[in-house]
Structure formats: C-alpha cells, structure tokens
C-alpha cells in the first residue's frame, strides 16, 4: 500500500500503483502541484519513505 501526505502531515490518499517486472508505478495526475510524502508498507510491515515534487 502507498499513501500520500502533503507538506503539513495530511493524509490525502491511498495510491493505485501496479508492478512492472522490479518497478512499481504509482498514478499522481490528480494532484495538484505541491511537495508530497509517500509511505509505502511492504508485504512484511516495512516502512519506506519518499519526498516527491509535483510539477
């Protein structure tokens, strides 16, 4: 599961993304431009983060 938080910590949503080979692709077109924060749970309960900047 990928969810996105803007700037101030906000939940906005869950993202829809799907597996090509190692890469996973995640749709960002309906959010607005801004900095935004992805936390993304693997199958085993890991955490990983990531900042993004929408243009």
């Given at each position: 599961?990928?969810?996105?938080?803007?700037?101030?910590?906000?939940?906005?949503e869950?993202l829809?993304?799907?597996?090509?080979?190692n890469?996973?692709?995640?749709?960002?077109s309906?959010?607005s431009?801004?900095i935004?924060?992805?936390?993304?749970?693997d199958?085993?309960?890991f955490?990983?983060?990531?900042?993004?900047?929408?243009?």
């Amino acid at each position: 599961m990928i969810e996105v938080y803007d700037v101030v910590g906000r939940k906005l949503e869950d993202l829809k993304m799907s597996r090509l080979g190692n890469e996973i692709q995640i749709q960002v077109s309906d959010l607005s431009s801004g900095i935004y924060f992805l936390k993304a749970t693997d199958e085993k309960g890991f955490v990983h983060t990531a900042k993004f900047v929408k243009e």
